[in-house]
Protein backbone atom coordinates (compact mmCIF):
# COMPACT_ATOMS: atom_id res chain seq x y z
CA UNK A 1 0.00 0.00 0.00
CA UNK A 2 2.90 2.28 0.85
CA UNK A 3 4.56 1.58 -2.65
CA UNK A 4 1.83 2.43 -4.46
CA UNK A 5 1.16 5.79 -2.82
CA UNK A 6 4.69 6.53 -3.50
CA UNK A 7 4.32 6.26 -7.43
CA UNK A 8 1.20 7.94 -7.03
CA UNK A 9 3.05 11.13 -5.72
CA UNK A 10 5.98 10.59 -8.13
CA UNK A 11 3.27 10.09 -10.88
CA UNK A 12 1.99 13.52 -10.00
CA UNK A 13 5.18 15.06 -9.42
CA UNK A 14 6.42 13.97 -12.66
CA UNK A 15 2.88 16.00 -14.10
CA UNK A 16 3.75 19.31 -12.52
CA UNK A 17 7.42 19.34 -13.55
CA UNK A 18 5.61 18.66 -17.62
CA UNK A 19 2.65 21.59 -16.60
CA UNK A 20 4.62 24.30 -15.53
CA UNK A 21 6.97 23.55 -19.06
CA UNK A 22 3.79 22.95 -21.56
CA UNK A 23 1.71 25.31 -19.48
CA UNK A 24 -1.18 23.48 -18.27
CA UNK A 25 -4.44 23.64 -16.49
CA UNK A 26 -3.31 25.23 -12.43
CA UNK A 27 -5.12 22.42 -11.07
CA UNK A 28 -2.65 20.09 -11.77
CA UNK A 29 0.08 22.46 -10.50
CA UNK A 30 -1.36 22.12 -7.25
CA UNK A 31 -1.60 18.52 -7.39
CA UNK A 32 1.71 18.11 -8.52
CA UNK A 33 3.54 20.07 -5.71
CA UNK A 34 2.41 17.67 -2.84
CA UNK A 35 5.76 16.44 -4.10
CA UNK A 36 7.30 18.52 -2.63
CA UNK A 37 5.86 18.02 1.39
CA UNK A 38 8.08 15.44 2.97
CA UNK A 39 7.08 11.66 2.75
CA UNK A 40 5.38 10.53 6.03
CA UNK A 41 2.69 8.20 6.97
CA UNK A 42 -0.76 8.74 5.28
CA UNK A 43 -3.55 9.76 6.71
CA UNK A 44 -6.36 7.24 5.37
CA UNK A 45 -8.51 7.93 3.84
CA UNK A 46 -6.88 9.62 1.17
CA UNK A 47 -8.80 11.82 -0.89
CA UNK A 48 -7.01 13.22 -4.79
CA UNK A 49 -9.02 15.63 -6.98
CA UNK A 50 -8.26 14.84 -10.47
CA UNK A 51 -8.00 17.93 -12.81
CA UNK A 52 -11.07 17.88 -15.10
CA UNK A 53 -10.01 18.88 -18.50
CA UNK A 54 -11.72 20.96 -20.99
CA UNK A 55 -12.56 19.34 -24.20
CA UNK A 56 -13.63 21.45 -27.04
CA UNK A 57 -15.33 20.17 -29.92
CA UNK A 58 -13.42 20.86 -33.35
CA UNK A 59 -14.73 21.66 -36.61
CA UNK A 60 -13.27 20.65 -39.70
CA UNK A 61 -15.11 22.14 -42.30
CA UNK A 62 -16.56 25.46 -41.30
CA UNK A 63 -20.00 26.27 -42.45
CA UNK A 64 -19.87 28.37 -45.77
CA UNK A 65 -21.88 31.62 -45.88
CA UNK A 66 -24.62 31.60 -47.94
CA UNK A 67 -25.14 35.06 -48.95
CA UNK A 68 -28.30 37.52 -48.92
CA UNK A 69 -30.19 37.81 -51.94
CA UNK A 70 -32.44 41.03 -51.94
CA UNK A 71 -35.11 40.33 -54.35
CA UNK A 72 -34.84 43.85 -57.26
CA UNK A 73 -38.03 45.80 -57.14
CA UNK A 74 -40.30 44.80 -60.27
CA UNK A 75 -41.94 48.07 -60.67
CA UNK A 76 -40.03 50.79 -63.09
CA UNK A 77 -39.78 53.93 -61.15
CA UNK A 78 -39.37 57.32 -63.32
CA UNK A 79 -36.34 58.90 -63.34
CA UNK A 80 -36.93 62.83 -62.86
CA UNK A 81 -34.59 65.50 -64.47
CA UNK A 82 -32.49 67.76 -61.76
CA UNK A 83 -32.40 70.41 -63.64
CA UNK A 84 -36.35 70.92 -63.72
CA UNK A 85 -38.09 72.63 -60.98
CA UNK A 86 -38.72 70.69 -58.22
CA UNK A 87 -41.21 71.67 -55.57
CA UNK A 88 -40.21 68.94 -52.97
CA UNK A 89 -36.08 69.77 -53.32
CA UNK A 90 -34.09 71.68 -50.47
CA UNK A 91 -31.92 75.19 -52.32
CA UNK A 92 -29.25 76.73 -50.55
CA UNK A 93 -29.65 79.88 -53.00
CA UNK A 94 -32.27 81.96 -50.48
CA UNK A 95 -29.69 80.69 -47.26
CA UNK A 96 -27.02 82.32 -49.46
CA UNK A 97 -29.01 85.54 -50.23
CA UNK A 98 -29.93 85.99 -46.48
CA UNK A 99 -26.58 85.59 -45.07
CA UNK A 100 -24.77 87.89 -48.05
CA UNK A 101 -27.28 90.40 -46.79
CA UNK A 102 -26.61 89.54 -43.30
CA UNK A 103 -22.49 90.21 -44.27
CA UNK A 104 -23.56 93.58 -46.56
CA UNK A 105 -25.02 94.68 -42.94
CA UNK A 106 -22.20 93.98 -40.71
CA UNK A 107 -20.07 95.34 -42.93
CA UNK A 108 -22.01 98.63 -43.52
CA UNK A 109 -22.68 99.21 -39.42
CA UNK A 110 -18.35 98.63 -39.09
CA UNK A 111 -17.91 100.80 -41.71
CA UNK A 112 -20.22 103.98 -40.44
CA UNK A 113 -18.18 103.20 -37.28
CA UNK A 114 -14.71 103.40 -38.44
CA UNK A 115 -15.89 106.53 -40.68
CA UNK A 116 -17.82 108.37 -38.41
CA UNK A 117 -15.49 110.76 -37.15
CA UNK A 118 -14.74 111.06 -41.09
CA UNK A 119 -17.67 111.63 -42.80
CA UNK A 120 -18.66 113.90 -39.80
CA UNK A 121 -15.37 116.32 -41.11
CA UNK A 122 -16.77 116.27 -44.71
CA UNK A 123 -20.10 117.18 -43.82
CA UNK A 124 -18.85 120.48 -41.83
CA UNK A 125 -16.74 121.39 -44.77
CA UNK A 126 -19.89 121.02 -47.02
CA UNK A 127 -21.91 122.97 -45.01
CA UNK A 128 -19.26 125.45 -44.64
CA UNK A 129 -19.29 126.30 -48.08
CA UNK A 130 -23.00 126.65 -48.44
CA UNK A 131 -23.09 128.94 -45.83
CA UNK A 132 -20.03 131.20 -47.72
CA UNK A 133 -22.37 130.84 -50.75
CA UNK A 134 -25.60 132.20 -49.34
CA UNK A 135 -23.41 134.74 -47.27
CA UNK A 136 -21.80 135.86 -50.61
CA UNK A 137 -25.35 136.07 -52.49
CA UNK A 138 -27.09 137.80 -49.46
CA UNK A 139 -24.11 140.55 -50.20
CA UNK A 140 -24.21 140.85 -53.77
CA UNK A 141 -28.29 141.25 -53.12
CA UNK A 142 -27.05 143.94 -50.77
CA UNK A 143 -24.49 145.54 -53.11
CA UNK A 144 -27.63 145.70 -56.41
CA UNK A 145 -29.95 147.47 -53.53
CA UNK A 146 -27.18 149.96 -52.81
CA UNK A 147 -26.97 150.88 -56.60
CA UNK A 148 -30.93 151.34 -57.06
CA UNK A 149 -31.69 154.76 -58.20
CA UNK A 150 -35.61 155.36 -57.98
CA UNK A 151 -35.20 158.09 -60.65
CA UNK A 152 -33.92 155.71 -62.97
CA UNK A 153 -36.07 153.54 -62.57
CA UNK A 154 -39.10 155.83 -63.61
CA UNK A 155 -37.76 157.00 -66.58
CA UNK A 156 -36.96 153.54 -67.65
CA UNK A 157 -40.54 152.57 -67.12
CA UNK A 158 -42.06 155.71 -69.23
CA UNK A 159 -39.54 154.48 -72.13
CA UNK A 160 -41.44 151.16 -71.62
CA UNK A 161 -44.73 152.40 -72.11
CA UNK A 162 -44.17 155.55 -74.70
CA UNK A 163 -41.88 153.08 -76.75
CA UNK A 164 -43.83 152.30 -80.29
CA UNK A 165 -44.90 148.65 -80.86
CA UNK A 166 -43.05 147.87 -84.25
CA UNK A 167 -45.40 145.79 -86.80
CA UNK A 168 -44.69 142.34 -87.67
CA UNK A 169 -46.06 142.84 -91.41
CA UNK A 170 -45.32 146.01 -93.53
CA UNK A 171 -48.05 146.40 -96.79
CA UNK A 172 -49.02 142.62 -95.75
CA UNK A 173 -45.42 141.70 -96.23
CA UNK A 174 -43.61 140.01 -93.80
CA UNK A 175 -40.00 141.57 -92.81
CA UNK A 176 -37.60 142.02 -90.40
CA UNK A 177 -37.28 144.29 -88.01
CA UNK A 178 -34.60 146.56 -88.86
CA UNK A 179 -36.27 147.15 -92.26
CA UNK A 180 -39.53 148.26 -91.03
CA UNK A 181 -38.06 150.76 -88.71
CA UNK A 182 -36.05 151.75 -92.07
CA UNK A 183 -39.84 151.99 -93.86
CA UNK A 184 -41.07 153.73 -90.74
CA UNK A 185 -38.60 156.69 -90.34
CA UNK A 186 -39.20 157.32 -94.46
CA UNK A 187 -42.73 157.26 -94.33
CA UNK A 188 -42.40 159.63 -91.15
CA UNK A 189 -40.20 161.93 -92.94
CA UNK A 190 -42.31 162.04 -96.25
CA UNK A 191 -45.07 163.18 -94.53
CA UNK A 192 -43.15 165.70 -92.48
CA UNK A 193 -41.59 167.00 -95.57
CA UNK A 194 -45.67 166.92 -96.82
CA UNK A 195 -46.39 168.97 -94.01
CA UNK A 196 -43.94 171.31 -94.57
CA UNK A 197 -44.77 171.84 -98.29
CA UNK A 198 -48.50 172.77 -97.37
CA UNK A 199 -47.48 175.74 -94.48
CA UNK A 200 -44.93 177.21 -97.12
CA UNK A 201 -47.76 177.27 -99.30
CA UNK A 202 -50.24 178.76 -96.52
CA UNK A 203 -47.57 181.27 -96.16
CA UNK A 204 -47.68 182.07 -99.29
CA UNK A 205 -50.71 182.36 -100.34
CA UNK A 206 -51.21 184.47 -96.94
CA UNK A 207 -48.48 187.01 -98.40
CA UNK A 208 -49.46 187.17 -102.26
CA UNK A 209 -51.34 190.48 -103.17
CA UNK A 210 -53.20 190.36 -106.50
CA UNK A 211 -52.31 194.13 -108.09
Same mark, same amino acid.
Given at each position: ???? &? !???? !????? @?????????????? !????? &??????????? =? $??????? @????? $? @????? =????? #???? =????????????????????? #???? $?? %???? /?????? *?????? *??????? #?? +? %????????????????? +???? *??????????????????????????? !??????? /?????????? /?????????? %???????????
Amino acid at each position: MLGS &L !RFVA !RSFAN @ITIAAERRHVHPTI !RSIGS &LNQLPLGSPTL =P $ISIKLPT @IITKK $I @IEKPV =PCIPL #RIPR =PTISLPLADPLVDNDNEIQAA #RLIV $IR %RKKM /KKHKLR *KLRKRM *KYVWAKV #RQ +K %REMRKEKAFQAELMGQV +KEAE *KFSPINYVHEKLNIVNMTILPNRWRGK !RLPEFVI /KDLIAKAQAK /KQAKIETLER %RKKFMASYKPE
